[in-house]
């Protein structure tokens, strides 16, 4: 993403998903030293590689699965559950809470719960995609699979709603090779070894969410406020609560976020820019979208 | 089938249903600006509540392992030096085995 743009606090009138930073970037043009809602076309400074942006970004993320297999097996899954996780539900975040909860013999149920809530994001990006790359019919059911936020962030970084569609499905099918075999790789190997911890593995759950959540974290006070908020609900009623339940507890920070913080940007103003900015987006360079990726 | 088969089938069926559903609905009905900010904030809480928990919680009770602290810091370190995703979760992996091999429990 742009240098500058994590900064800005006017980044926060941007209601729409925000997967990765570098299509959120080129959302603003630059104002008096400040960035604003864009507002207008601006130029695309190099041609559209939505190929090989895709491909770049699917295997420098992909491979992370290694560390959702080992992570997964050291939890108690098994192989094969672990490979379904990243073959059916294929959304990082989701399978690393998951494995979580069950390492630490917690409610299946509440861990079930508490990853399916964390996949609802993808609903947003499934609209916003859907805008664009139009999907009908039955083709809709294998789209959705790919709904995540890497192909989300390489899609709307396309110029053009061709490109868009190459983007897409090659940061799916990259992404998702790369992550299936990375998880039975990573599964397969942790297998082998003795103690996961040590190993460090139990640090690669708390590191990964960290690492996913970070960008967010940068992008406004309001993000920080409700990780500091939901954390601390969670660890308060640790003891109280069935393992699990706590981190489901911490969707009511999200919602005191959503309520206290209401987006300025509800204006036709600042929707129309955001749709009429489609497509002026640089595409983020391969393999520098840095640490926000879920599929991880 | 276990429970366990169960629980990883649910969550693959129920994340399934939400991306499906994006792409299905009709663009209006989530398009309100807080819904989509509470949409925005619930990976927010639920990753930081996640990462806290799993850092300094076993079961129901508290588990400050200095080794796995050790390696959270490290990967605060890492994501402030715009360390990529990978690179991260290597170094709190490794941090934390290296104390743990020292003998830092």
Not at chain 2, 48 to 66: E, K
Not at chain 2, 82 to 105: C, D, E, K, M, Y
């Amino acid at each position: 993403m742009p240098p500058g743009a994590i900064r800005d606090r006017h980044q926060q009138v941007d209601n729409s998903p925000r997967p990765m930073e570098p299509m959120d970037g080129g959302r603003w043009t630059v104002d008096g030293g400040r960035r604003s809602a864009n507002g207008g076309p601006r130029t695309a400074d190099r041609p559209p590689r939505p190929v090989r942006d895709g491909v770049g970004l699917g295997l420098a993320v992909g491979v992370s699965g290694v560390a959702f297999g080992a992570a997964a097996v050291s939890s108690g899954l098994t192989v094969w559950q672990a490979s379904a996780l990243s073959l059916l539900a294929f959304t990082g975040a989701s399978q690393f809470a998951l494995a979580g909860v069950i390492a630490s013999g917690g409610s299946l149920l509440a861990g079930t719960a508490g990853a399916i809530l964390l996949g609802s994001r993808n609903t947003l990006y499934g609209l916003r995609l859907a805008e664009i790359l139009r999907p009908r019919g039955l083709f809709r059911l294998p789209a959705a699979l790919g709904v995540i936020d890497e192909t989300t962030a390489v899609t709307l970084a396309q110029p053009d709603p061709a490109a868009a569609k190459k983007a897409f499905t090659a940061t799916f099918w990259c992404l998702y090779l790369t992550w299936n075999l990375a998880t039975l790789g990573g599964a397969l190997g942790a297998g082998r070894i003795g103690s996961p911890q040590s190993f460090g593995l139990d640090v690669v759950g708390p590191a990964a969410f960290l690492a996913l959540i970070w960008p967010r974290l940068k992008a406004g006070r309001t993000e920080r406020l409700v990780a500091l908020a939901g954390a601390a609900l969670a660890l308060a009623t640790t003891s109280v609560l069935p393992v699990g339940v706590p981190v489901i507890l911490a969707a009511t920070a999200a919602l005191a976020g959503a309520l206290a913080s209401p987006p300025a940007q509800g204006s036709p103003a600042a929707a129309s820019s955001r749709r009429a900015s489609f497509g002026l987006e640089e595409a983020p360079a391969a393999g520098k979208t840095g640490p926000g990726g879920d599929a991880t | 089938m276990t429970a366990t088969w169960i629980a990883v089938l649910a969550t693959a069926a129920g994340c399934y249903a939400f991306k499906l559903a994006g792409l299905t609905v009709p663009q209006r009905i989530l398009a309100a600006p807080r819904v989509r900010r509470f949409a925005e904030l619930v990976p927010v809480a639920l990753l930081a509540a996640l990462s806290a928990v799993q850092t300094a919680t076993n079961g129901q009770a508290f588990d400050l392992d200095p080794a796995r602290l050790a390696g959270l810091g490290a990967a605060v370190v890492a994501l402030v030096l715009r360390a990529p995703f990978l690179l991260v979760i290597v170094v709190a992996a490794a941090t934390a085995a290296v104390l743990r091999a020292a003998g830092v429990s």
